[in-house]
C-alpha cells in the first residue's frame, strides 16, 4: 500500500474533523460571548458622509439595533424587507454596519432596495467585524442604553425573532 | 391507518436493506450462487415497500389529514392539490424519504438492466446500494419519522412555505435527488470493482450509462433550481453560490470529472483508480450536501429545521460510508492498477488536464463553503460571499474550456501539436474576431464580454471543425450513411459542448448587459429601460386559492406598439400572514423583460405610486438553454448501442488487453 493512495482519506478525516467541530458550534444555538458585554467600541466614516464619522458614543443613552449586512450578501436581501418595516415603524433606530463593502456599491444597493437605517457607517476592512464577533452576514445586535449587548441574531432578521424576541426586548429596555 | 401503514413499511424496508446489504456481499466472497441470487429480489421489495411509504405520505398531505404532524406543519387545506403532493417533499422528513426512495428506484433500475453484468458484480453493486440504504432508513426512522402523529390534530394546517409554492417545487427536488442519488451506482459499481479487484475497460462499459444518467438529471435539477430562484426570489439573479446550490454544484464538478475520466478508462483502459476515485467522490459530495443541508452547520435560505441529533447521526454516517470507502480504496487501489501510458500532449492528458480543472474547481466551491467552519473553528470569524467565487471560477474555468476546443480533435496516446495547430488555427481567429466584434453590435464594448464570447465561440467553431473532420474522413459515401455511422455517444459529447458555449453566451451578455432599475411610478407613468418604455396602469386586488394578491398592470412598449403586459404581484398568504413577491417576467429569445413590485410609496397606499424594480436581461434565458442541451448531450450519450449490447462473459473477458494495447 503505497501512502498517495491514504491520501484522500486522509483529507477526508481532517474534514470530518471540521464538520464535527462546526456541528458544536451551531451558529443559531450558541449565544454570542459578547451579550451582556460592553459594545466594543468604533468610530467609522458614514457611508453617505465619509468626511463625518459615527461612534458608538453617539448612540449612548438610545436602545439601538445594529445590523451588519453588505450588498454581495444574498441573505440581507431576505431580511431587508423586514428592516425596511421596522424603520417605517419608528419603534427603534437601526444603525447599518456596511460590511466588507465597497462604499458606492453599498450605497447603491440602499438606493434601489430602500435605506431602512438612522445611520449608516463602512467597515471596509470588516476590523469593527471581528471585535463584535460576526461570524456571517447579516447579523443584527440589541444595544441598550447604556452600551451592554442584550441579543444578537444571527443570520436574517425574521417575522419570528423580530415579534417573539428583538421588539419585545426593545421594548423592556425602552422603559428601563 | 394510512400512515401507520407507511410506517410499517419503512420499519420493514430496513429489514430488507439489511439482507441486501449483507448477504450478497458474502455469496460473492464465497463465490455462492444463491446467496448472490438474494441481491435481485431483496432489491425490488425494498423499492415496492419504499414506494409504499411514500404513497401513504403522499396520500396523507393529499387529504390533509393534519393528526400527522408532518402533515400539520407543512400542509393546509385551502393550497391546491399538487402543491399538496409536491408539499410531500416540501419538509425535512419528506425530502428524506423522496431521498431513500430514489435511492430503492436506482436500485431497482439496476436489477432490470443488469442482467448481463457477471453475478458477482451485480450482487456487490446491489449489496453496497442496500448498505447505504440502511443508514438513510436508519436516520429516516429514528430522528426524522415523517409518519409521527399529533393528536389531537390541529383544525388546520401551518401552510407551506410560500417560497415553496411554486410549480419549480413540484419537478426541482425530484429531479435534483434523482441526480444526486444516481451516483449511488456509479459509487456501487466502483465499491464493487475494489472488493472484486477486478477493473477493466468492460467496467467502464458498465458504469458509463449510469453515471451519465445521473449527471443528467443533476443538470436538469440545477438548472430548474436556477430558474426557480430568478423568478421565485425576486432578485433577478440566477445563482448565489448559496451552501445549498454549492452542495449541488460540487457532485456535478465531480460527475462531470467522472465522465470524461470514464470515457478514458473506457477506450484506452488507463486512469483506473483515479476513475473510482472520482466515482466514491462524486457520491460523497452528495451525502456530504445532504450533511451541509440537514445539520444546519452553515446557514442558508434552504435550510430546513435544524436540530443537533440529526447533525450527529449524519457526521457518523458520513464517517462510516465515505471514511470506509476510502480506507478500501487505500488498501485495494494498487490492485486495480493504472494503464498504458500517454504522451505529453494527447487526448488523455487533455482530459487529464480537464479532470485536475474540475476537481481544483470543486475544491475551491468545497473550500469557499466550509471556509466558515474552519475559521470558527480555530478562533476567528470570517465570511465567504459570492466575490470570492465570482473570482475564483471564472479563472479555473476559461483553461478548461479552451481545452475543451482541443480535446475532441486530439488523438489518443499521442497528439503532435503541430497537427492540431494546423487544424485549429481557423476556429481560433474566427473565435478571436468575431469575439472583438460582437460587443460592438450589442452597444458598448467590454474586455470581459469579449473574453467570454471568445471562449464560447471558440467551443462552436472548434465542435465544427471536429464535426467536419470527422466528416471529411468517413468511408461512407452521402451525408446520410455519414450521419448514421458515427455513434450517438459522439453526437452526445458535441451537443453537450455546444450547451456549455451557449450557457457562456447567457453569462456573459446578461453580466455585461443586463439593465436594472428602481423606479418610483404613478398610475399612468412611463419609465424607459434599455430600449423599452413601461408603462404602469394600476394596481387591482386579485383573490389566490390561499393568498390575497395585488396585481400591477405594466404596458411594455417598444417602439409605438404595445409590445405584451406584465402582472407581477405582491401576495399575502392568509394562513402565515407572509408576503411574497411575485415577479412578472415575459421571456425571449434575446432578453428577458422583468418587472417586480416594491411597496406603496405614497399616502394614497396600494392606490397611489409604487416603487417598482425593473430588469431588462439580454440572454438570459441562454443560461439555462445551456444546461439543458448540455443534459440533451448526456441523454442522446446514453442511447448509444454498445451501452446495450448484450455482454457475452468470454467477449467481457476478451475486452481488457483490447483496451490495454
New interface residues.
Given amino acids: ?2 501512502m498517495r ?2 491520501l ?2 486522509g483529507i ?2 481532517v ?2 474533523v ?6 458544536t ?5 450558541v449565544p454570542s460571548p459578547l451579550i451582556g458585554k460592553a459594545a466594543p467600541a468604533f468610530e467609522l466614516a458614514q457611508l453617505h458622509a465619509p468626511d463625518k464619522k459615527l461612534g458608538t458614543a453617539d448612540m449612548r443613552g438610545k436602545v439601538w439595533l445594529l445590523n451588519v449586512w ?1 450588498s ?4 440581507c ?2 431580511e431587508h ?1 423586514l428592516l ?1 418595516q421596522l424603520a417605517k415603524a419608528n419603534i427603534v433606530p437601526i444603525v447599518g454596519l456596511d460590511y466588507k463593502d465597497k462604499p458606492e456599491e453599498g450605497k447603491a444597493w440602499l ?4 435605506d431602512p437605517y438612522r445611520m449608516s457607517v463602512v467597515d471596509l476592512d ?1 476590523r469593527v ?2 471585535d463584535w ?5 447579516p447579523e443584527t445586535f440589541v444595544i441598550d442604553k447604556n452600551g451592554v449587548i442584550r441579543y444578537k441574531q ?2 436574517p432578521v425574521t ?1 419570528d425573532a423580530l415579534q417573539q424576541t428583538i421588539l419585545p426586548l426593545v421594548r423592556e429596555l425602552q422603559r428601563s | 391507518m394510512i400512515p401507520e401503514v407507511g410506517q410499517f413499511a419503512l420499519i420493514l424496508a430496513l429489514f430488507v436493506t439489511l439482507v441486501q446489504g449483507t448477504v450478497p456481499l458474502v455469496g460473492a466472497a464465497r463465490n455462492n450462487v444463491r446467496l448472490m441470487s438474494v441481491a435481485v429480489p431483496a432489491a425490488r421489495l425494498q423499492f415496492v415497500l419504499v414506494g409504499l411509504a411514500f404513497a401513504c405520505l403522499a396520500w396523507s398531505f393529499a387529504t390533509s389529514d393534519f393528526s400527522v404532524a408532518n402533515v400539520a406543519l407543512h400542509s393546509n387545506s385551502r393550497l391546491p392539490l399538487h402543491y399538496r403532493v409536491a408539499a410531500t417533499w416540501g419538509s425535512h422528513e419528506g425530502s428524506l424519504l423522496l431521498w431513500v426512495l430514489m435511492l430503492a428506484g436506482w436500485g431497482f433500475a439496476v436489477t432490470l438492466f443488469s442482467r448481463n453484468l457477471p453475478a458477482a458484480l451485480r450482487a456487490r453493486v446491489l449489496a453496497v446500494m442496500g448498505l447505504v440504504a440502511i443508514g438513510f432508513l436508519l436516520f429516516l426512522l429514528a430522528t426524522s419519522n415523517p409518519f409521527e402523529r399529533a393528536i389531537p390534530a390541529p383544525a388546520e394546517g401551518a401552510d407551506l412555505n410560500p417560497l415553496l409554492q411554486d410549480p419549480g417545487m413540484v419537478v426541482h427536488p425530484p429531479m435534483l435527488y434523482m441526480g444526486y442519488v444516481g451516483f449511488s451506482v456509479a459509487f456501487a459499481f466502483a465499491i464493487a470493482a475494489l472488493l472484486g479487484g477486478r477493473l477493466d475497460a468492460t467496467w467502464a462499459r458498465w458504469s458509463r450509462p449510469w453515471t451519465t444518467v445521473a449527471w443528467c438529471f443533476l443538470t436538469c435539477g440545477i438548472m430548474l433550481g436556477s430558474v426557480w430562484a430568478y423568478y421565485e426570489l425576486g432578485w433577478g439573479g440566477w445563482w448565489f453560490w448559496d451552501p445549498v446550490e454549492n452542495a449541488s454544484f460540487m457532485p456535478w464538478l465531480t460527475g462531470t470529472a467522472l465522465i470524461h475520466s470514464l470515457a478514458v478508462t473506457e477506450k484506452r483502459g488507463t486512469f483506473r483508480s483515479w476513475t473510482v476515485l472520482l466515482a466514491i467522490v462524486a457520491f460523497s459530495l452528495s451525502l456530504l450536501g445532504t450533511f451541509l443541508v440537514r445539520s444546519g452547520v452553515l446557514t442558508s435560505v434552504h435550510a430546513f429545521a435544524t436540530d443537533p441529533t440529526r447533525g450527529i447521526f449524519i457526521l457518523v454516517f458520513l464517517a462510516i460510508v465515505i471514511g470506509g470507502s476510502l480506507a478500501l480504496y487505500a488498501v485495494r487501489a494498487n490492485a486495480v492498477g493504472g494503464g498504458a501510458g500517454f504522451g505529453a500532449v494527447s487526448r488523455e492528458s487533455l482530459l487529464l488536464a480537464n479532470n485536475v480543472l474540475l476537481i481544483v474547481a470543486m475544491a475551491s466551491v468545497l473550500l469557499g463553503t466550509i471556509y466558515p467552519l474552519i475559521v470558527a473553528a480555530t478562533g476567528g470569524t470570517i465570511s465567504v460571499g459570492a466575490p470570492y467565487f465570482n473570482l475564483v471560477f471564472p479563472i479555473l474555468m476559461a483553461p478548461l474550456v479552451f481545452l475543451m476546443g482541443v480535446g475532441p480533435l486530439a488523438s489518443w496516446r499521442d497528439a503532435p501539436v503541430p497537427a492540431l495547430w494546423t487544424r485549429l488555427r481557423w476556429a481560433l481567429a474566427v473565435a478571436i474576431v468575431t469575439a472583438a466584434l460582437l460587443p460592438f453590435v450589442m452597444g458598448t464594448w467590454m474586455p470581459l464580454v469579449a473574453v467570454g464570447l471568445f471562449l464560447a465561440l471558440w467551443v462552436v467553431a472548434a465542435t465544427f471543425v471536429t464535426a467536419r473532420q470527422r466528416f471529411a474522413g468517413m468511408p461512407q459515401r452521402g451525408w446520410r450513411a455519414r450521419m448514421t455511422a458515427n455513434s450517438p455517444a459522439w453526437y452526445g459529447m458535441l451537443v453537450a459542448h455546444l450547451g456549455v458555449a451557449i450557457f457562456i453566451v447567457g453569462v456573459t451578455l446578461v453580466r455585461g448587459y443586463e439593465v436594472e432599475q428602481d423606479v418610483r411610478l404613478e398610475p399612468g407613468q412611463s419609465v424607459a429601460v434599455g430600449g423599452y418604455t413601461f408603462t404602469f396602469r394600476g394596481i387591482a386586488e386579485r383573490a389566490g386559492p390561499n393568498y390575497d394578491a395585488l396585481a400591477g398592470t405594466f404596458d411594455v412598449h417598444h417602439g409605438d406598439r404595445i409590445d405584451r403586459t406584465l402582472h407581477p404581484e405582491k401576495r399575502t398568504y392568509r394562513a402565515s400572514g407572509q408576503v411574497m413577491t411575485e415577479a412578472a417576467i415575459s421571456p425571449g429569445l434575446f432578453g428577458d423583460h422583468y418587472v417586480s413590485l416594491g411597496e406603496p410609496v405614497s399616502e394614497a397606499g396600494a392606490a397611489g405610486a409604487w416603487s417598482v424594480r425593473i430588469y431588462v436581461k439580454p440572454f438570459v434565458d441562454w443560461i439555462w438553454g445551456g444546461f439543458f442541451v448540455m443534459a440533451l448531450g448526456g441523454l442522446l450519450a446514453v442511447t448509444d448501442r454498445r451501452y446495450r449490447v448484450a455482454l457475452r462473459p468470454r467477449e467481457s473477458a476478451a475486452a481488457l488487453p483490447a483496451a490495454a494495447d
Avoid at chain 1, 471540521?18 to 456541528?23: S, Y
Avoid at chain 1, 438606493?111 to 430602500?114: D, K, S, T
Fill in positions: 500500500m503505497k493512495w491514504l484522500p482519506l477526508f478525516v474534514l470530518l471540521f464538520l464535527a467541530m462546526g456541528l458550534r451551531d451558529p443559531r444555538e453588505a454581495w450578501c444574498e441573505s436581501r431576505t424587507p425596511l438606493a434601489q432596495r430602500g470588516g467585524g471581528i464577533g460576526v461570524y456571517g452576514v444571527i443570520g417575522v
